[in-house]
Nanobody, 117 residues
Framework: QVQLVESGGGLVQPGGSLRLSCAASGSPFSLYDMAWYRQAPGKQRELAARITSVGSTHYADSVKGRFTISRDNAKNTVYLQMNSLKPEDTAVYSC???????????WGQGTQVTVSS
């Protein structure tokens, strides 16, 4: 089992940047595919970015070229660097971990990102 704690959300102006962090504990971090999902008010949750246990990345078209997902297995942490933020990026961002081979699925509590002038 793994516990996930997100940090780094907040209020930022359009065009600004934020870096989200998700710290994992309780299980070998390197055995998990990690992802950031987001859910805007009144909308369904959607995948923003994913990084596999071996470092392959995938991005939603809406964030491609602006967001970068990375992981530091030594620190048990996954990051989401968000640049050129837009008001439509406003959402609760949640960290997700999926254990390879078993597909056990875990979620963090989420962190609010608000992009507004």
């Amino acid at each position: 089992q793994v516990q996930l704690v997100e940090s780094g959300g907040g209020l930022v102006q359009p065009g600004g940047s934020l870096r989200l962090s998700c710290a994992a504990s309780g299980s070998p971090f390197s055995l998990y595919d990690m992802a950031w999902y987001r859910q805007a008010p009144g909308k369904q949750r959607e995948l923003a970015a994913r990084i596999t246990s071996v470092g392959s990345t995938h991005y939603a078209d809406s964030v491609k070229g602006r967001f970068t997902i990375s992981r530091d297995n030594a620190k048990n942490t996954v990051y989401l660097q968000m640049n050129s933020l837009k008001p439509e990026d406003t959402a609760v961002y949640s960290c997700n971990a999926v254990r390879v081979f078993t597909w056990a699925n875990y979620w963090g509590q989420g962190t609010q990102v608000t992009v507004s002038s």
